[in-house]
């Protein structure tokens, strides 16, 4: 899979699915999924080795889903579960038989089909099951095998447990012989529609369904952002001296430490949205920019010689579309290549690109998966920031007050504070709960130094600083182990930058 990746991110631009299913995946803890899916899926692994098997299941952020760790077997699958409008389940798995199992392997899948109809005792459980089965002798007309251990106990399996195989074409070419080999299975057959068996990947192909369903989506809220390279910094500098001048040379100590920080931040915001333009920003599906127009052609082209094969079925139809397919993959490796090589040339000129390309590819994607709590599972993003506050909270030392040490030495009186106007700033910096960026304390330092001076001192002696410097916004960052743990998450503290 690892050497598809390319081919995964072309199918995913182009198809644009929200549900990939993956078997014989080969891969190992080595190897992180930011190298093969982009950071809007949320990816489930069950690895084996680089030496064969394993599967996985990849799923768009916009749904709220949960990995079903009670439903694990001996088999080589993995289970999800996603949520509904309707508060019930839509329960998803990728199933990979090996060929040289024995007759007693797909006898696991009884174990967590038994779990679903105990579970969902009142109504049936909406259950899909897709994957590599390797069974070449099933006659799928009639659902039947010519004998137990070629697919007869998997037939019964099917039938004990209400479910449906829906495939009925043959999912492998070779030269002179083709095998219906990967199956789709499901407990409610009129939701799933428009199942086609489409183009070739690797020697299995494509099989791409719809399920009707009302999934419990995220939406997407647009956020606006400072457009910094297009400020009027001159005229941001002048605001904020005018607003020291008269604020702060005449008489600040009638004020709290408090009310003389919140007029200092109300006015660089006001200036900065004044100065600075904003635009709306959106989570939409662009196409990247190694997916030139040439290359997409090339892929129109594939995608339709693969359609005009699987109707036809004849040979020389098939060996026009191989050859159409490996010119499109020929195309979207030198468009990948060439864009890797311009950013890998910019490097002086535009050093960000660069290392956010190195970035993405090394690091998973981060957000925060469905936890649980109390033996429940919890999706909302209120929901999970109260589980994930209850667990911090619950390990965070509690100082006694009361049995507090008394000094025996008296202490100097300290000094006033200092601040010198220093230029450096990180600017990449992220903002606190205060919301005022590096970037513009970086542009108008000269003219804060004098407030931020006064606000310092005062605060020392008053022995008192602005509310907005005891809060932080917390990010938890999962650590190890399963994600749906609140234990294995480590709290991460963003705060003011001028604390």
């Known amino acids: 899979m690892r050497g598809k990746s390319l081919q995964i991110l072309e199918m995913i631009h182009s198809d644009q699915p ?125 659902v039947s095998a010519p004998a137990v251990n070629l697919g007869g106990n998997f037939i019964d399996v099917l039938n004990d447990y209400y479910l449906q195989q829906l495939v009925d074409c043959p999912t492998r070419f070779c030269s002179t012989t083709s095998s219906l080999l990967d199956l789709v299975i499901c407990s409610h057959p009129a939701s799933v529609s428009n199942l086609v068996v489409g183009r070739e990947i690797s020697d299995h192909c494509m099989i791409s369904f719809n399920v009707s369903f009302l999934a419990a989506a995220a939406v997407s809220v647009p956020r606006r952002i400072f457009l910094y390279n297009k400020g009027n910094y001159d005229q941001l500098r002048s605001d904020i001296h005018l607003f020291s001048k008269s604020s702060f040379g005449s008489s600040p100590d009638s004020k709290t430490v408090n ?22 920003v959106t989570d939409r599906n662009r196409h990247p920019s190694w997916l030139t127009p040439s290359v997409r052609r090339a892929i129109r082209r594939r995608d339709t010689l693969a359609r005009a094969a699987r109707k036809s079925g004849s040979q020389i139809a098939r060996d026009r579309y191989r050859k159409a397919r490996n010119i499109a993959s020929n195309e979207v490796q030198r468009g990948y290549f060439s864009h890797l090589n311009a950013v890998i040339g910019n490097v002086k000129s535009d050093p960000r690109s660069f290392y956010r390309f190195i970035k993405s590819r090394k690091s998973d994607p981060v957000g925060i998966s469905s936890l649980k709590s109390n033996g429940n599972m919890v999706t909302s993003d209120s929901a999970k920031s109260e589980c994930l506050n209850s667990y911090f909270a619950s390990v ?18 300290m000094s006033n504070i200092q601040v010198t106007a220093n230029a450096g700033i990180d600017v990449k910096k992220s903002t606190g709960p205060d919301e005022l960026s590096p970037r513009i304390l970086k542009e108008s330092y000269e003219e804060i130094v004098p407030a931020l001076t006064f606000i310092f001192n005062q605060s020392l002696s008053a022995g008192a600083v602005p509310e907005d410097w005891l809060l932080a916004n917390i990010f938890a960052l999962q650590k190890k182990g399963p994600k749906d743990l609140p234990e294995n998450c480590r709290p991460i503290s963003l705060t003011s930058v001028c604390s």
């Not at 001996?74 to 289970?79: C, G, M, N, T």
């Not at 009310?259 to 709306?280: F, R, Y």
């Not at 965070?396 to 507090?404: G, K, L, P, R, Y």
Request: aromatic content about 6%.
């Open 18 to 142: 929200d549900i990939i299913l993956c078997q014989e995946t080969k891969l190992d803890e080595t190897i992180s999924t930011s190298e093969l899916f982009p950071d809007s899926f949320s990816v489930f692994r069950k690895d084996r080795d680089r030496m064969g098997g394993g599967v996985c299941i990849a799923v768009n952020k916009k749904f709220q889903t949960v990995e079903c760790h009670d439903l694990d077997s001996d088999l080589e699958a993995i289970w999800i579960s996603i949520q509904t409008l309707d508060r019930s389940q839509l329960y998803i798995c990728s199933l990979y038989r090996p060929p040289d199992r024995d007759q007693e392997y797909i006898e696991a899948l009884r174990k967590p089909l038994e779990l679903l109809l105990k579970r969902h005792h009142n109504k049936p459980p909406h259950i899909i099951i897709a994957g590599d089965m390797n069974y070449r002798s099933i006659n799928c007309s009639t």
């Open 259 to 280: 009310e003389n920080w919140l007029d200092l931040k109300q006015a660089v915001t006001s200036s900065a949205h004044k100065n600075i333009p904003t635009k709306l």
């Open 396 to 413: 965070f030392t509690v100082e006694d007050v009361n049995a507090m040490p008394t000094l025996t030495k008296s202490c100097k009186n």
